[in-house]
């Protein structure tokens, strides 16, 4: 849209819109509030958008994330959004070579279907047996914990009488998650699966003591209420385009290619500069709510940022003309990709590569896991790429921190991109170079975002996907009612930096409305 003209008022001033910015601008608007969102891009959605990243190629991919779990239904509902995601069959396959031989654990298609492919790779019904108790420990805590994300935040005894199992809390909220996965499993491969939620985008060892690997745990199975990890119909853009709609449908105004330069403010009423292409204004605000990291809010209220949170991940986008053969013959590629497909994800494995990592150098093996969501939603692809076979992978890398690309981010992201398809090629019958589409131009429909990637293109500090490290659900020092309060009374922060922040979940943006709403007494 143009530039604002004059100098105006608003009830509200979001700064940023991402979708949890486009959350709260539909929640205040739809109480009545007046409400303008400055995004600085030509567009919003943040990192939650659809992209066609390859030339002259009508796929449509989830650029940076993929997911849905975190998004409470009740938003969805609220707002009256049109968003749907879709199970996926499989929840992973984790390809292996045992005794000289080819295979691997697919988790999904029915109880006794799983029961066997844990009988075939351990030996035993011990491991399946443990997983049931372990995941239905996890699924009562999710039942549990899930629901307060969108009220008030608890204390952390009230947190825990909520959880009502002291075995829970333990392995959860006490102890490194690995105490836990090494007490309770036997198999490295098992071992590592279990693992790997709690190492998304997070460099941590399963030992850790600060329990960063246990918050990231945490997150990653109470979703829904249910753990469950589901794929976005039409791309994580047509979340961000139905917020949007719904945010300007309920009457605030969304100014793109308008930049927050600075925010003013005695506790009472504030005031927003913001930049254009064609120039600088301000407008005023009882309230503003900033869509972007704590460091960002630091930057335009003038405070001290915090340090910031570094990010460990790859993420690679790709389109193949076909999915590749598996050297496993007993599992079919459409099942083994409709999950979560590991790769040097064995318990030692991770171990091994985080200890590399952390001594500064690039992983041997490096671990990383794939998805393909054209299997679960074919929408994503335009109808001749369906009929032709067409098919996307998204791959998301572990234990690459930020520090590792500082020598020459080019260099190392083509260096950890090839050891990282060539760890995934052995597993393959096939190269998956052999598989890879080309676009309009004849080259490979791959690309790659490493951290200092995404602090270039998202203003994410040190490349963190939730822009520091999370946090525990529960009230600590200065957390406030919401966890979005700041010290400015006027000033809340709406991002994923907020307490309960983190991954695609509007809660933050749920949050900061409440808080205003709470607050003026409505």
Known sequence: MTALEGHRTYDAVIVGGGHNGLVAAAYLARAGRSVLVLERLDRTGGAAVSTRPFAGVDARLSRYSYLVSLLPKKIVRDLGLDFRVRTRTVSSYTPVERDGRPTGLLVGGGERRTREAFARLTGSAGEYEAWQRFYGMTGRVA?????????????????????DDDEAWQVLFEEPIGVAIEDRFRDDLVRGVVLTDALIGTFADAHEPSLAQNRCFLYHVIGGGTGAWDVPVGGMGALTDALAAAARHAGAVVATGHEAVRIDTDGRTAEVAYRTPDGEGTVTARHVLVNA?????????????????????????????????LKDRSVD???????????????????????????????????????????????????????????TLTLFGLHTPARLFDRDNDAVREELLKSTLAQLDTHLAEPLADCLATDADGRPCIEAKTPLD???????????????????????????????????????????GAVRGGGVSGVPGHNAAMAVLEGEGA
């Open 293 to 325: 990291s704590p460091q960002a809010l630091a930057e335009l209220t003038d405070d001290v940022p915090p340090a910031p949170a570094e990010g460990a991940q790859l993420k690679v986008n790709m389109l193949l003309k076909r999915l590749p053969r």
């Open 454 to 496: 995404l602090e270039r293109d998202l203003r994410l500090p040190g490349g963190n996907i939730f822009h520091r490290e999370l946090s525990w659900p529960y009230t600590q020092e200065d957390t406030g009612r919401w966890g979005v309060e700041t010290r400015h009374p006027n000033v809340l922060l709406c991002g994923a």
């Open 333 to 391: 590629p459409r099942e083994a990709f409709a999950g979560t497909f590991h790769i040097g994800e064995g318990y030692a494995d991770l171990a091994t590569a985080h200890a590399q990592a952390a001594a500064g150098e690039l992983p041997s093996a490096p671990p990383s896991e794939i998805y393909c969501h054209s299997l679960t939603d074919p929408t994503i692809l335009g109808p001749d790429l369906v009929q032709q076979g067409y098919q």
């Open 143 to 163: 039942e549990r914990v899930f629901p307060t994300l969108t009220e008030p935040l608890p204390s952390r005894d009230e947190l825990r009488r909520r959880v």
